[in-house]
């Protein structure tokens, strides 16, 4: 697996709180198979001087203290979207960290209204050359009461990213039902651990996996897990299909 949505990096937003963490974060990925994971800290985590050239050293001395485990580490960044529009004006001004340096930008967009919004997101970004990746809809109120704006978002040219765990066939909580319907409608091109630290990640990343495909596929879970991930590292076009 390469996990596309993970803030393993310690001590840089509401991740982990020691290196000690995300060592053991990162083991248990690589017992459950993952092989590669883009860090993405929240946007919101950076300011003064905690600036971009600040999180490129982090990432650099987190490669150093974590080299003896076999996962392949790359940079990336989660963005928070309260207003899209002054979002798209900030990074015609400064430019934007990517996913891995390709032309993927992974959102939190909560507050993303209506399929209109969402297909207007979508092309502005398109027409700079980006292509967006949808952070957990599943926990977004306006997707919750209708779907259909995931469904604009990724008819668009945008693509989406549920948390594995939200679509555990056998699991349950708040995000669980619109994880599922979307996972029914195969409205999901990513599947990510959101990993956050010891208290929220995907312990048993290996079965929940497992569950998954036996719900929808092999073949479709190896394209959000593997395939559709590694045209983001290689900053390769995303087909879809159903
Ligand atoms: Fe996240």
Not at 153 to 180: W, Y
Not at 191 to 218: F, M, P, Q, S, W
């Amino acid at each position: 697996m390469i996990d596309i949505h993970s803030h393993l990096l310690y001590q840089v937003d509401d991740g982990p709180l020691s290196l000690e963490e995300s060592l053991v974060l990162m083991e248990q990925a690589a017992e459950n198979g993952v092989t590669d994971i883009i860090v993405t800290p929240h946007s919101w985590a950076f300011a003064g001087e905690k600036n971009l050239e600040w999180l490129k050293e982090r990432f650099a001395r987190f490669q150093e203290e974590t080299q003896s485990i076999p996962i392949q580490l790359h940079l990336g960044m989660e963005h928070a979207v309260d207003d899209y529009r002054r979002f798209i004006r900030q990074i015609d001004k400064d430019g934007i960290l990517t996913l891995a340096n390709s032309r993927y930008v992974l959102v939190e967009a909560m507050r993303l209204q209506d399929a209109e919004e969402a297909e207007e997101f979508v092309y502005e970004m398109k027409l700079r050359g980006y292509m967006l990746i949808l952070a957990h809809p599943e926990r977004m109120s306006s997707i919750k009461k209708d779907i259909s704006i995931a469904r604009a978002f990724r008819n668009a040219g945008g693509f989406i990213q549920v948390t594995l765990e939200d679509c555990d066939p056998m699991g349950s909580g708040m995000f669980h039902k619109v994880a599922i319907s979307l996972l029914k409608e195969k409205q999901i091109d990513f599947l990510a651990t959101d990993t956050h630290g010891l208290i929220r990640n995907c312990r048993n990343l290996a079965e929940v996996k497992k569950r998954i495909e036996e719900y929808c596929g092999k073949e479709f879970v190896r394209r959000l897990i593997v395939e559709n991930p590694k045209n983001v590292l290689l900053n390769q076009e995303i087909k879809k299909g159903r």
